[in-house]
């Protein structure tokens, strides 16, 4: 089948298999490798694009669930010499260790940032009227994303000062 995708501000037609996952779509038939293959379940959040401006695991969803929605990969949100200031910051705090889940976390911090501009509170919100970009408030809304080696604090660290960048 053929779905129309508009990916990273181009649109895109990818013939698939109807079964074919919008990770897959990307990667394989759009060759945009940024976007990583980690458990292929939905577990280790690597696969995390947005969709329409909210994240999502790429693993977990039909391409052809997708046809003509907005897809921003980790590709498009900056590129050398032209990081955005979440890219930035993880540059900064050595926020991405060995890297491989470094695309999606960014990804996900994003969309994060997006639902806390919006007041929209998580399980870690002491106040469902005023949300703010705390270190409980962020490790809460990461959660979904893991870390091989481990580099939480600095991953943190890095979304803080992102925040702070993206909102100055």
């Known amino acids: 089948m053929q779905t129309t995708l508009t990916v990273n501000g181009h649109t895109r037609s990818v013939d698939h298999d109807p079964r074919t996952t919008l990770l ?30 909210r994240r999502i695991n790429a693993c977990l969803t039909l391409a052809a669930m997708h046809d003509g929605d907005e897809i921003t990969t980790i590709e498009g949100l900056g590129e050398p010499g032209a990081l955005s200031p979440l890219q930035l910051a993880f540059v900064s705090c050595d926020g991405y260790q060995c890297g491989f889940c470094t695309s999606g976390q960014i990804m996900s911090a994003t969309g994060m940032l997006e639902e806390l501009a919006r007041g929209d509170p998580s399980h870690a919100s002491p106040d469902l009227a005023q949300v703010s970009a705390d270190d409980a408030e962020i490790a809460e809304r990461m959660s979904g994303n893991l870390c091989r080696c481990a580099a939480y604090p600095f991953i943190r660290e890095a979304i803080s000062l992102g925040a702070k960048g993206e909102r100055s």
């Open 24 to 53: 897959d779509a990307l990667r394989d038939s759009l060759r945009l490798t940024g976007t990583k293959k980690g458990c292929d379940h939905g577990q280790c959040g690597a696969c995390t694009v947005l969709v329409n401006g």
